[in-house]
């Protein structure tokens, strides 16, 4: 550290390391004062007063220190050089000098101006070694050593350097080819993961060019996220990066190949001045969609954020280590650490007056610390103010929305399909044993590469039996075949499409199913079970991202006002973010002031669908893989949001047992049995078992409905017209007669009893092609929508428990881990040291700078959705004979039917800054629910909820606090309309609307005048667009064809003024009273939460099967936005401010 630089000239590192111990430099406190002041300011800290008045000031006999600028015009006249040399200038000792380019580049370096201090840094095109040799031929003091530029343009030198300085560094190896035999190289390459040197790196990695002037970083990804490549590069106009479908490392050239970081989408940029002075920026990565985001100036926006203490010591290090006084390195933020991925050496920050009047400071100090003694320059070394705390303050009477949190249900999906079959082949046993299947009796083979083997195995045997049919292949030929088509679809596998579980059975299987015939052998077999379909549809993709776009509106500022009204300084209110709905949450996430963490199950569909919905909170473009990948944490290692299927517990067992004795009965139900089936009165069941009347009865007609179904498809296979017709998401009349035509036969046993088990299945089906395959105008598709539905609205709930002990005992067994990880969210989240916190002295038109909101999102299946509500349902949170509001949400609940696709339960926390912090009235919890997607004949029955009601929005008649607001409060909602009657409004598919057009009328159902626990209630709408505030219905366009996206329902408010004393103690309660469910959260606990190192998605783990019941989800068949919304309130009432109805989506992973 106090070594002086490579040439004779004492460097500054020597003299400034010796004369003071490390202090970080932070510039003036006020930063507000305008340039002149800047100036003056400058002047008189820098030198002592006495001096400037007794001096024959500018004489001269005085002898001047000339400051040398030595690089490519293009930086030396760039804004920032200008406007730090403009600010050097006022030191009255220093004069400044730049090298003309000519000069550098023509000139002998004998002829190059002389100077005392030289700054002088390479990029293109310049001639480092002349600099070089000036260096040695002058020997002026080098604030940037030139030797170690040459070290900078490799990245492998560079790692090498950091690596030797002890600095955190991706895990990383390094592939050099010789270019004229590039295949003679140490590159194993595979599917999922590249090997090099025998090192492994498993997709997702980074691929890096070792000339660290080459930008084309390509990052790679796992097939299981769709794979591909983000291939990234220099900016250009508003891009910096693009996704490609290419999957294999590219083949010649030298690499650096080195472990992908799960940042959350952000990078940090730090800029150091010496060893004490580092300022940092937070751009969105350019991995993410590649779009760059820019301000009205076209500048990129980036917002000045804090470094943690372990950072600071980093720059010090990075800065000391390559010896550049003037620094830029890259900080990825990725599990609780940071770890630097690149030194860019020289560089400046772009557009902040505060950075560039600390810069000029520092230099000048530097320069005059090093040269004014030898000089005899009288001058006195300032004192430096240590880095103040800055304590954001709030006034008035608003509540700050902390915290977050939701459960989501994944979005619409195809049917989920499955065949088991016993098999004995030596092959199989072989595959069972090579992944490691003997160990736990169990394997799970999602992988491409394992599905071809299994794929193989059975085109095999199918050769074989068609040559000899009377060899010793016991293996089903009906079986094999279904095996082989349904691994033969698409063309080619994905990981997220289809699996194969084999289980080991001692004895062959037990009893004969529905589906078996009795095993003709003794001794050891294979249960093959294979699974298929489930995957996420075009129309959940659009669902996931609507619901992100109305899911901003509950951040403060969430709606859209005109430009007029935004009154904020900052560059981005006129930028992309400007002047449309959500952009409260936008501001805030795009200034780091919001720490966003996304979780979803391992099941492709639940990936796919928190991807499509941070694509719309967020305002991303492009794919979803770079999303997921960045975005979204894999939490199925621990049970937080997977279910193991495999194992139910007793109690849901026995519950399985009664459900499917009571729906065998063949009589209507008497009395008795609405009190066995529907003990705690539930209205839903009760008009469920009104409709069915005898369930056997019933159970017949939906078989004789589906024989009639199959029938009709087989005619239309044989009727040349339209036997290649393509149905929706490419599925085929052929395939979707193979769905029905295995429910047909599993639904009735053999005994003429029924399968109760199948009716999820029946109900997913026909909702399904109900809903996307409508235009094939099949009869009586809507009579056994109505008896499917009816019955699987008493099998799916009731799956869940039948009376209050059990329903809350199955929850337990589900959703306990989930309920202590809620528990830690709600926790004081304002000194967590992980996230990115805006810098609040360089933060620019930020008007709270300290404010910070969390969200947390837990994208599940059905199971994790019905666990939770029945956690909150009977768990004891309220006494509904006590407390109205509890009284009229429990009403409410127990009158929907189905949670649907996209169903939500929405937690938000607020902080009343005026209470004592230790006061019950300091922190305030609601709780709010929407049971998701609109199915197809909803209109006439629909649960009427009372709205959304922010409790803040009941303080109308207090002041915005502005510190917390940001003056986004000033947003005017797009005006009000009086209508009397709800008004039908179908609209064209997402799918073809532009971003910035989806603006939310506010309707009123009451006048204004007329409120209810003081606020208004009003229905919201979206309008095509934002110009146009009338409302014009359109023709609701399908897409791929001919299917609608249905809309969701907004969010209802079941409790808004809980605190978070009652909440905290009610989890606690619950949690603690499942005993074996503690244990196993406390272990999931430990390996998730402790140290914020959740796993990326892509890093490795064992997956987890999901819930069983998972089946029962419901088709929807109207466009979207389609119909009445329940009312939902929207105030002006400060951080909870404008709300509209905000779908969720929640992805459920079929198991």
Not at 24 to 37: A, C, I, L, P, W
Not at 378 to 395: G, L, N, Q, R, Y
Not at 965 to 983: F, G, K, M, R, T
Not at 1076 to 1081: I, L, P, R
């Amino acid at each position: 550290m106090s070594e002086p630089c490579d040439g004779p000239a004492p460097g500054a590192w020597e003299g400034r390391s010796v004369r003071n111990a490390p202090l970080f430099v932070v510039g003036s406190e006020d930063d507000e004062q305008d340039m002149g002041q800047v100036e003056t300011g400058m002047r008189n800290e820098m030198f002592r007063e006495e001096e400037m008045e007794d001096d024959e000031d500018g004489s001269p006999s005085e002898r001047q220190i000339v400051v040398g600028i030595c690089a490519m015009m293009k930086k030396s006249k760039s804004k920032p050089m200008t406007q730090i040399l403009e600010r050097l200038c006022k030191f009255d000792y220093i004069d400044m000098v730049i090298f003309p380019e000519e000069v550098i580049l023509e000139e002998p370096v004998e002829k190059w101006p002389l100077c005392d201090c030289l700054i002088s840094f390479h990029s293109k095109g310049f001639p480092l070694d002349k600099a070089v040799e000036y260096a040695k031929l002058r020997n002026p003091l080098l604030i940037n050593d030139l030797n170690m530029q040459y070290f900078i343009q490799d990245r492998r030198e560079v790692y090498r350097i950091l690596r030797e300085e002890g600095i955190d560094l991706p895990r990383y190896a390094v592939l050099n080819r010789d270019p004229d035999n590039p295949e003679e190289c140490n590159l194993v390459e595979a599917e999922d993961h590249v090997e090099v040197n025998g090192e492994v790196f498993p997709k997702p990695f980074v691929e890096k060019p070792v000339c660290a002037e080459d930008h084309n970083v390509y990052i790679y990804y796992p097939t299981s996220a769709g794979g591909g490549s983000q291939r990234l590069f220099r900016k250009i106009g508003s891009r910096s990066s693009v996704y490609s479908p290419e999957s294999c490392v590219r083949k010649t050239g030298s690499y650096i190949y080195e472990e992908f970081m799960p940042t959350d989408g952000t990078d940090v940029k730090v800029y150091t001045v010496g060893p004490d002075y580092a300022h940092a920026e937070a751009r969105k990565s350019p991995a993410l969609d590649g779009k760059v985001e820019r301000d009205s100036e076209g500048k990129e926006i980036r917002y000045p954020v804090m470094l943690t203490a372990m950072e600071k010591l980093v720059a010090r290090k990075v800065c000391l280590a390559f010896k550049q006084t003037v620094c830029g390195f890259d900080l990825l933020r990725a599990n609780g650490h940071s770890f630097v991925c690149d030194v860019n050496g020289f560089s400046f920050v772009k557009n902040s007056m505060k950075y560039y009047d600390d810069c000029a400071k520092v230099l000048g100090n530097m320069v005059m610390r090093e040269l004014a003694p030898q000089f005899h320059i009288p001058w006195s070394i300032p004192m430096e103010a240590e880095d103040i705390p800055i304590v954001p303050t709030t006034s008035g009477t608003m509540m700050e929305l902390r915290c977050v949190i939701a459960i989501i249900r994944h979005g619409d999906r195809t049917p989920k399909q499955k065949m088991k079959m016993e098999v004995r082949h030596p092959l199989f046993f072989d595959l069972f044993e090579k992944h490691g299947g003997y160990k736990s009796g169990k394997l799970k083979l999602k992988k491409p590469k394992q599905l071809q083997e299994v794929l193989d195995i059975a085109r095999l045997l199918l050769a074989e039996l068609g040559q000899h049919n009377d060899c010793e292949i016991e293996e089903k030929k009906s079986k094999l075949e279904q095996l082989k088509t349904v691994l033969e679809m698409y063309g080619h596998f994905s990981g997220i499409n289809r699996k194969v579980q084999l289980t080991y059975l001692r004895n062959g299987q037990p009893k004969a199913s529905s589906e078996e015939e009795d095993s003709k052998r003794e001794g050891p077999s294979l249960l093959l079970v294979l699974k298929w379909g489930g995957e996420l549809t075009p129309a959940g993709r659009v669902q996931a991202e609507e619901l992100g776009r109305a899911f901003r509106c509950m951040y403060p500022g969430g709606q859209a006002g005109n430009r007029g009204s935004l009154g904020c300084e900052s560059p981005i209110d006129f930028g992309d973010y400007a002047g449309f709905p959500g952009c409260g949450l936008l501001r805030l996430h795009s200034t780091y002031r919001h720490d966003l963490k996304i979780y979803a199950s391992d099941e492709g569909r639940v990936q796919m669908t928190a991807a499509a919905f941070a694509k719309g909170l967020l305002a991303l473009e492009g794919e979803l893989t770079p999303i997921l990948v960045q975005m979204v944490k894999s939490a199925n290692m621990n049970g937080l949001l997977d279910s193991d299927s495999d194992s139910l517990t007793d109690c849901q067992q026995k519950v399985k047992a009664r459900l499917h004795e009571s729906m065998q009965k063949d009589q209507n139900f008497a009395a008795e049995a609405y009190e066995k089936l529907a003990p705690t009165g539930s209205p839903s069941l009760v008009n469920s078992m009104k409709i069915i009347q005898n369930p056997v009865n019933t159970c017949d007609k939906v078989y004789t409905l589906i024989q009639s179904l199959t029938k009709q498809i087989r005619k239309r296979l044989e009727d040349p017209k339209s036997a290649d017709l393509q149905l929706y998401h490419s599925e085929t009349l052929e395939l979707m007669l193979q769905r029905w035509s295995k429910l047909e036969r599993d639904f009735r046993t053999k005994n003429g009893r029924y399968d109760i088990s199948k009716i999820p299945d029946i109900y997913d089906c026909i909702k399904y092609d109900s809903q996307h395959n409508a235009s094939l105008g099949l009869e009586d598709t809507l009579e056994l929508f109505r008896l499917s539905r009816a019955l699987a609205d008493i099998v799916i709930p009731q799956e869940y428990g039948i009376s209050k002990a059990e329903k809350l005992d199955i929850a337990q067994a589900y959703c306990v881990p989930l309920m202590k990880k809620i528990q830690l969210d709600m926790q004081r989240t304002h000194e967590d040291e992980a996230v990115n916190k805006l810098h609040p002295l360089y933060s620019r038109g930020v008007m709270s700078p300290g404010r910070h909101v969390r969200t947390r999102l837990y994208f599940t299946s059905e199971s994790h959705v019905h666990s939770l509500l029945s956690v909150f349902r009977y768990g004891g949170l309220l006494n509904e004979e006590k407390d109205q509001q509890w009284k009229q949400a429990m009403d409410y609940l127990s009158a929907v039917t189905e949670l649907n696709y996209m169903t939500q339960i929405v937690i938000m926390l607020y902080e009343d800054n005026n209470k004592d912090p230790s006061s019950e009235e300091r922190f305030h919890v609601e709780l709010h629910f929407s049971p998701g997607v609109k199915g197809c004949d909803d209109e006439e029955n629909v649960p009427l909820g009372f709205g959304f009601r922010p409790a803040s929005s009941e303080n109308q008649d207090k002041q915005p606090n502005q510190g917390s607001l940001e003056d986004l409060s000033q947003d005017q909602p797009d005006q009000a309309v009086l209508i009397s009657e709800p008004i039908n409004i179908q609209r064209r598919s997402p799918m073809i609307r532009n971003r910035k057009t989806g603006s939310m009328e506010v309707l009123s159902e009451t006048p204004p005048d007329v409120t209810s626990r003081g606020c208004t209630f009003h229905r919201l709408l979206p309008s095509c667009s934002h110009q146009s505030p009338e409302i014009k219905p359109t023709i609701g366009l399908g897409f791929e064809g001919c299917s609608m996206v249905p809309s969701i329902y907004p969010l209802e408010t079941l409790h808004n003024s809980l605190s978070l004393k009652q909440v905290d103690e009610f989890l606690n309660t619950v949690c603690e009273s499942s005993s074996e469910a503690h244990a196993k959260t406390m272990k999931a606990l430990s390996s998730l939460f402790d140290s914020q190192s959740q796993t990326s998605l892509y890093s490795p783990q064992q997956p987890l099967s999901s819930s069983g019941s998972e089946t029962s989800l419901r088709p929807h068949s109207q466009p979207l936005w389609h119909g009445s919304i329940p009312s939902s309130t929207v105030s002006s009432a400060g951080p909870s401010s404008p709300v509209t109805e905000s779908s969720g989506l929640n992805f459920s992973f079929s198991e």
